[in-house]
């Protein structure tokens, strides 16, 4: 059974930082993308980062070079480094993997920013 189990989450004050990890197992994912995406209460969930095969990442604006992603392949895991955390930015991190006829999501880490 293919399974992505996200975590690292936690409570973290305003300018700190958590690192969120999703670690796959059912299958390899060396040649999938992969992604953290981000839905906080009320809102749609919202893409956050991903990294391809060959270690390229991509973010989106709100980032700012705040957050690292970054995966292993040898070990089926990806993570993402996130500093200076905002309050708004309070959500449930998910982790995704794509591919040609695949798209799986973990259930979700729950990270918390006190405004």
């Known amino acids: 059974q293919v399974q992505l189990v996200e975590s690292g989450g936690g409570l973290v004050q305003a300018g700190g930082s958590l690192r969120l990890s999703c670690a796959a197992s059912?299958?390899?994912?060396?040649?999938?993308?992969m992604g953290w995406f981000r839905q906080a209460p009320g809102k749609e969930r919202e893409f956050v980062a991903a990294?391809?095969?060959?270690?390229?990442?991509y973010y989106a604006g709100f980032v700012k070079g705040r957050f690292t992603i970054s995966r292993d392949g040898a070990k089926n895991t990806m993570s993402m480094q996130m500093n200076s955390l905002e309050a708004e930015e309070t959500a449930v991190y998910y982790c995704?993997?794509?591919?040609?006829?695949?798209?799986?999501w973990g259930q979700g880490t729950q990270v918390t920013v006190p405004s």
């Open positions: 995704n993997v794509w591919g040609n006829g695949y798209d799986i």
């Open positions: 990294i391809t095969t060959r270690g390229r990442p």
């Open positions: 059912g299958r390899t994912f060396s040649t999938s993308a």
